[in-house]
């Protein structure tokens, strides 16, 4: 069936390192990806999103990187800090138009 | 403050009980959504509702029911609930062509049924 997914279920990064947090899909028709955290206790907070017509996007620290050739995105926090603690998922729609989410990459941050 | 807001924030139950969960938003965005998060599986939906009375399933919709009677909240309800439910569940809202845009999360209902 249809995926979005991240490659790697957890991630330590040292604090002030850049982060990359990779994200594969399925759905080559997918136009629409999005960013969210999650910290541990509360829902999905979004972070970034970018349509397919766009390559690179960027945020206040995130920049997210689009490559449609080879159904693959990624998530680069730069700088990271101990705040930057939680799990990230990438989401997109699958071919009915639903968002479908991947399982998450958590993201430590080592002192 | 404005925001979606889910209640409980956790709740025991008992195989067979109906239980009800509560999502409230006050963003007045059109779409609100179920999803119940389980590990090994990510966020799985269960229903949807584009509007006012109108209400869709999900990937995951067998043992749940839903009704929208105001644009504001979107309870979901397991009629008797079973220990495969225990999970933790949560409401999210996206404006019109929700495919297009962010969906915006609650902080969850964490349930186990006994």
């Known amino acids: 069936g249809e995926s979005v997914g991240l490659h790697l279920p957890t991630l330590s990064v040292q604090e002030g390192d850049n982060s990359i947090i990779n994200c594969a899909y399925s759905n080559s028709a997918s136009d629409y990806f999005i960013w969210y955290k999650q910290e541990s206790g509360k829902g999905p907070q979004f972070i970034i999103d970018i349509r397919s017509n766009m390559d690179k996007r960027q945020g206040q620290r995130v920049t997210v990187l689009l490559n449609k050739t080879v159904k693959h995105l990624s998530l680069q926090i730069a700088a990271t800090q101990p705040g930057d603690s939680a799990v990230y998922f990438c989401?997109?729609?699958?071919?009915?138009?639903?968002?479908?989410f991947g399982k998450g990459t958590r993201l430590h941050i080592l002192p | 403050d404005a925001g979606i807001t889910q209640s409980p924030r956790y709740k025991i139950t008992e195989t067979g009980r109906q239980v009800t969960l509560m999502c409230h938003q006050t963003w007045s965005h059109s779409y609100m959504f179920w999803y119940r998060q389980d590990l090994g599986h990510g966020l799985r939906l269960i229903y949807y509702s584009a509007a006012a009375d109108i209400t869709d399933k999900g990937e995951v919709p067998d043992g749940y029911v839903v009704s929208r009677s105001k644009t504001e909240n979107f309870p979901l309800t397991l009629e008797s609930a079973t220990r495969s439910q225990t999970s933790v569940y949560f409401c999210a809202s996206s404006e019109i062509d929700y495919s297009n845009q962010p969906q915006h999360f609650g902080d969850g209902t964490r349930l186990s049924i006994l």
């Open positions: 989401a997109g729609p699958n071919r009915d138009d639903k968002i479908i």
